[in-house]
């Protein structure tokens, strides 16, 4: 007769130490869960300390204010870093003329009018077309969409803002069409319904309903979408040229913030140069667009989120 | 059906002196944040018996059961007071690991919540943990706890197939079984029948009849019918408060307190 | 006098029902430019990748000539990169979401590690780059190693397996939960007997989908300094390498014109990695969906 299954519990539990586990892991988890906490004050603290560097060399209204990017000179080089912020701000310009009313006809078409069957099929290409790198984008942006714009335009450079521009703008396409599509999904039916009962269109429903109702979500996605814009490196670096220039021209040679940071990056800048430093501050100063961007949209979809 | 309930009562008159008590709470107090949930408990659970636990829904029968194994623990803000003895020992002991009461007291849900795993390893859960890892040890373990639930019959062929390819109450006696893994001392079931056609229910109810040999049974229904079919005594909960405890027939037949009297006879709940 | 008067409504009734069927196939077109985007996308590449895809080109290191490049450095050097990402953002992301949804308690330390990840998510690849580049590279002295480019990745993608992960813990029912603790069982053998088991899909469907971002991530590796032209293959996490988006980004901005091609097949190589990771997420959510 072997002894009734309490007793070997009893056994084997005075064996192990199951107190010790239960006390240890918490305290592991809770430690590995912190490590995103220590990245985000790595990257702020680097992006600081490096900047402040820089602005022992450059003085800060000069880096801010100046209007002149020419990091290289050796006779008189200047860290104005407005060209660059131009830069950046025309390619991001053009995604979103390309991406806002692309995206957002996109997720209305998604959630009110797709049949089951064909949001089975669209849905995916949405994700495909997510997951597709950067680099393959700069690629195609560089050799397939600049010759395309030339044949039609030729006034346009190899290298310019509207091809990079119209590129990340179809990157940023399923973003805003899956966020947006969510925040319209979420619009109870009954209140699509109760206007389709007044005799309403499919279309005044979508227009005058869902989206008014959907709103903060579908802004919300659009701040994030640009935020990408902003922050994306590969297209611009491909495609977009290394001219930074502070003048309202889309069709010759630009140069955005992410770009020079690459540029610097493929060179051998030496540690301890200006120029080493000044990658951090322009990252620093890509870091506090993308981040107020991103603050902004947690705002907008927080604030004005519809009570249903 | 009262035929039956007399007869069970004559013979346990008679083995009521030698019976012992489970659980005994005194002066048990329980809050959810500033919900006082339960107020001034006082019970004694005999062992070896079925004691039901009735009342209309928010009375907190169910609280009452889940902290007599700690569970209501895992909802945050909750806070006791008083005591409740297991077995001489109060569970609210600094020292007391729920872990260790939980090995003593087994529980059945409401809803059947097999883990999706296989027949055989939901019933090896219990043992396994607890640190049983001999394969022929698991395998009469597995065995005589699926007969002790009276689904050996049904799943001996299919241990290894997953626990949901099962019916809803097929899955709630291999919970049972599961329960019984462990060879508890006291099994709590939370309205175990309350998701199940009336067939299986049928059947857990034979079981509990089956099970209260070996084991002490406390269950909570919303069925007052079900408590007076198998329990030897009922408790009456009303606004986490006991109104009434006593022989089960007694309190279905003539209860002292007019608001048991209104809740048997239907008039709210 | 009635305030709605049917004739008018009726009159009316006809511009609002072309206003409806007009605007039905302009989202429609909408829609179909995303479609339409990535059927070009892939035939350019193709057509172009075609030609220059061969055995060779799989086997062979990177060249002058663009007949001679070939893709090897970087695909063996990808291969060791998610080697180091694997494990290491896995083990981060799955410990901070069991963290996160089964011990931490609602307190304003956990709030700030929610928000953190979150904003974590819309930092620039970039600007990881350059966090990788000061305490990876310089500050512990890994170099442009794979495990420097490794351990920058895993950051990078970290947010991703984390919210994953939560969401997959998340949707495990709490009765099972209760049950196990019901049995006597500790939180912990809970957690890695009960809730990761149900949990598993969920957590390596995110997890594979986030790798496969890195794996194609170029501006942090152009950042920590990961060269191009390779002419060996790596024997070791601490020895230097290129991966495939590196390699693709070196074709694409050359002059020559040949390399184009090069690069386009390049791209066909790493988009077979995505499709076959990819596919492999896809069998793995349809293997264990809805299972309770």
Redesign the interface.
């Known amino acids: 007769m072997r002894p009734s299954v309490q007793e070997m519990i009893a056994r084997s539990n005075g064996k192990k130490n199951k107190k010790a586990i239960e006390k240890i892991i918490p305290i592991l988890l809770f430690l590995i869960a912190s490590v995103s906490v220590l990245t985000s004050i790595g990257i702020v603290v680097t992006l600081i300390v490096e900047t402040i560097t820089f602005f022992t060399r450059v003085p800060f209204f000069d880096f801010i204010f100046g209007t002149t990017w020419l990091p290289f000179s050796n006779k008189d080089a200047q860290f104005g870093i407005l060209p660059l912020i131009v830069g950046t701000l025309k390619v991001t310009l053009i995604a979103t003329i390309v991406a806002v009313p692309i995206g957002i006809s996109a997720a209305i078409y998604l959630s009110e009018y797709a049949s089951e069957n064909v949001r089975r099929i669209l849905k995916p290409v949405l994700e495909v077309l997510a997951g597709v790198p950067t680099i393959v984008y700069g690629f195609f942006a560089l050799t397939f969409v600049t010759p395309i714009l030339q044949s039609v335009f030729p006034e346009i450079k190899i290298f310019n803002a509207i091809s990079p521009g119209i590129v990340v703008g179809i990157m940023i396409i399923p973003m805003i069409a899956s966020l947006s599509e969510d925040a319209m999904s979420s619009v109870p039916k009954s209140i699509r319904e109760g206007a389709l009962a007044m005799g309403s269109t499919k279309f005044e429903v979508a227009w005058k309903i869902t989206v008014p109702a959907a709103l903060s979500g579908i802004i919300a996605s659009v701040v994030l979408a640009v935020s990408r814009a902003i922050g994306e490196t590969m297209i611009v670096s491909l495609a977009a040229g290394s001219t930074p220039r502070f003048d309202g021209d889309f069709t010759g040679s630009i140069q955005t913030m992410t770009a020079y940071i690459v540029q610097v990056s493929k060179g051998d800048a030496g540690f301890g140069t200006t120029i080493y430093y000044s990658i951090y501050a322009v990252g620093f100063t890509l870091f506090v667009f993308t981040m107020v961007m991103n603050i902004l949209a947690g705002y907008v979809s927080k604030r004005f989120r519809e009570e249903y | 059906m009262t035929t039956i309930i007399t007869e069970k009562t004559t013979t346990e008159e008679v083995n009521d002196s030698a019976k012992k008590a489970v659980y005994e709470t005194n002066q048990l107090n329980l809050w959810y944040g500033s919900n006082h949930a339960l107020k001034n408990i006082d019970l004694e659970i005999m062992e070896n018996e079925v004691t039901a636990i009735i009342g209309p829904s928010g009375c907190g029968k169910s609280t009452y059961l889940k902290t007599l194994?700690r569970?209501v623990e895992?909802v945050?803000s909750v806070k006791t007071s008083g005591e409740i003895l297991y077995r001489g020992r109060n569970i609210f002991d600094h020292d007391y690991?729920?872990?260790?009461?939980?090995?003593?007291v087994?529980?059945v849900?409401q809803?059947p919540?097999?883990?999706?795993?296989s027949i055989y390893d939901n019933i090896a859960?219990?043992?396994r943990?607890?640190?049983?890892k001999n394969k022929k040890?698991l395998d009469?373990?597995v065995e005589k706890s699926l007969r002790g639930a009276a689904i050996w019959e049904e799943v001996k062929d299919r241990l290894n197939e997953?626990a949901?390819s099962i019916s809803g109450g097929q899955q709630q006696r291999i919970?049972i079984a599961?329960?019984l893994?462990?060879?508890?001392?006291v099994i709590l079931m939370d309205e175990p029948t309350s998701a199940l056609d009336p067939i299986s229910t049928l059947k857990v109810e034979e079981l509990v009849q089956e099970l209260k040999k070996d084991y002490s049974i406390i269950i909570v229904t919303h069925n007052m019918q079900q408590a007076a079919r198998i329990s030897d005594k009922t408790a009456f909960f009303l606004n986490g408060e006991v109104i009434e405890y006593d022989q089960t027939d007694t309190i279905f037949s003539n209860p002292s307190d007019k608001r048991t009297e209104d809740y048997i006879s239907g008039r709210f709940g | 006098m009635r305030y709605i008067e049917q004739q008018a409504v009726v009159k009316r009734m006809n511009g609002r029902l072309i206003a409806n069927s007009i605007f039905k196939y302009v989202f429609l077109a909408a829609t179909l430019v995303a479609l339409v985007a990535l059927v070009i996308l892939l035939y350019r590449i193709i057509s172009q990748g075609m030609g220059h895809l061969s055995i060779e080109f799989l086997t062979n290191f990177a060249s002058r000539f663009p007949e001679k490049a070939g893709i090897k450095a970087a695909l063996v050097g990808s291969l060791w990169l998610m080697l180091v990402v694997a494990p290491t953002s896995i083990i981060l992301g799955v410990g901070s979401a069991i963290y996160l949804e089964e011990y931490a308690k609602q307190n304003r330390i956990t709030t700030f590690i929610r928000m953190n990840i979150s904003n974590l998510a819309g930092v620039p690849s970039v600007v990881f780059g350059l966090l990788g580049l000061t305490i990876f590279v310089r500050a512990m002295a890994l170099g442009n190693s794979i495990l420097a480019a490794g351990f920058t990745m895993s950051l990078l993608i970290l947010p991703v397996i984390v919210v994953a992960s939560q969401e997959a813990i998340r949707s495990v029912p709490g009765e099972l939960r209760d049950a196990s603790f019901g049995m006597g069982a500790t939180k912990w053998q809970t957690i890695v007997k009960i809730i990761l088991p149900a949990a598993i899909p969920g957590i390596l469907t995110g997890s594979i989908l986030a790798l496969s971002r890195a794996i194609g991530e170029t501006a942090p590796l152009i950042v920590i300094g990961v060269p191009v032209i390779i002419q060996f293959l790596p024997a070791g996490v601490m020895d230097t390498f290129t991966a495939l988006p590196m390699q693709i980004y070196d074709w694409s901005s050359r002059p020559q014109p040949e390399f184009q091609n090069v690069a386009a097949a390049g791209i066909m190589v790493l988009m077979a990695v995505l499709l076959f990771m990819n596919s492999i997420a896809v069998i793995i959510r349809n293997k264990f969906d809805k299972r309770y």
């Open positions: 194994n569970m895992l945050p690991g729920v872990e260790e009461l939980r090995t003593r087994g529980m849900f809803k919540n097999p883990f999706p795993k859960y219990g043992p943990i607890h640190g049983i040890i009469e373990i997953n949901y919970c599961r329960a893994a462990i060879e508890p001392d």
